[in-house]
T-cell receptor, first 114, second 111 residues
Framework: DTGVSQNPRHKITKRGQNVTFRCDPI?????LYWYRQTLGQGPEFLTY????????KSRLLSDRFSAERPKGSFSTLEIQRTEQGDSAMYLC????????????FGNGTRLTVT | GDSVTQMEGPVTLSEEAFLTINCTYT??????LFWYVQYPGEGLQLLLK?????DKGSNKGFEATYRKETTSFHLEKGSVQVSDSAVYFC??????????FGTGTSLTVIP
């Protein structure tokens, strides 16, 4: 178990640029979640996949955000035309399709939009 | 909708003091309940869990009991250490496979 891996750890970008983050879940986990966390807040749900299917998207996720999980393995989260309000920690987590299984989180990607 | 409400911080305690962090939830059906901990500069880690009413989760001296009648899952530790300084998040997994997190409670333990 190598854990959930996220890259990059930090990303600084200028407003209006596109950014893409990658998440490699624990290999045997079929569920993958994306969350956003701002200072002093708990993680806010963005979207989740079961295998390659994106099953749910939060209303928080504007049209500028898109996530993929080709082949049900790693996932990418892309933000187009970034805004300063997008600055946050983006967390990826994975789990089994089992109610007793907790989420296993990566260390996150910190995005700063200048 | 489903939600988690936890005690606001920050909480500052002396080493060996007793810790309680309150957590209550709102959910339809029977959620699973979790406590996660986030140490400075690190990701969230599972601390303990309980999947049905009256279950007690425990780990590293921390305990929490799933109380359906009061919809609560309070975190307790009898004697905190400096190394317990972190942010603690209460969370639920509902019957729709969706996780909801509280806003977090920051704990600082001073020697």
């Amino acid at each position: 178990d190598t854990g959930v891996s996220q890259n990059p750890r930090h990303k600084i970008t200028k407003r209006g640029q596109n950014v893409t983050f990658r998440c490699d879940p624990i290999s045997e986990h079929n569920r993958l979640y994306w969350y956003r966390q701002t200072l002093g807040q708990g993680p806010e749900f963005l979207t989740y996949f079961q295998n390659e299917a994106q099953l749910e998207k939060s209303r928080l996720l504007s049209d500028r955000f898109s996530a993929e999980r080709p082949k049900g393995s790693f996932s990418t989260l892309e933000i187009q035309r970034t805004e300063q309000g997008d600055s946050a920690m983006y967390l990826c987590a994975s789990s089994f399709n089992d109610r007793d299984t907790p989420l296993h989180f990566g260390n996150g990607t910190r995005l700063t939009v200048t | 909708g489903d939600s988690v409400t936890q005690m606001e911080g920050p909480v500052t305690l002396s080493e060996e003091a007793f810790l309680t962090i309150n957590c209550t939830y709102t959910a339809t059906g029977y959620p699973s309940l979790f406590w996660y901990v986030q140490y400075p500069g690190e990701g969230l880690q599972l601390l303990l869990k309980a999947t049905k009413a009256d279950d007690k989760g425990s780990n590293k001296g921390f305990e929490a009991t799933y109380r359906k009648e009061t919809t609560s899952f309070h975190l307790e530790k009898g004697s905190v250490q400096v190394s317990d300084s972190a942010v603690y998040f209460c969370a639920l997994l509902n019957t729709g496979n969706q996780f909801y997190f509280g806003t977090g409670t920051s704990l600082t333990v001073i020697p």
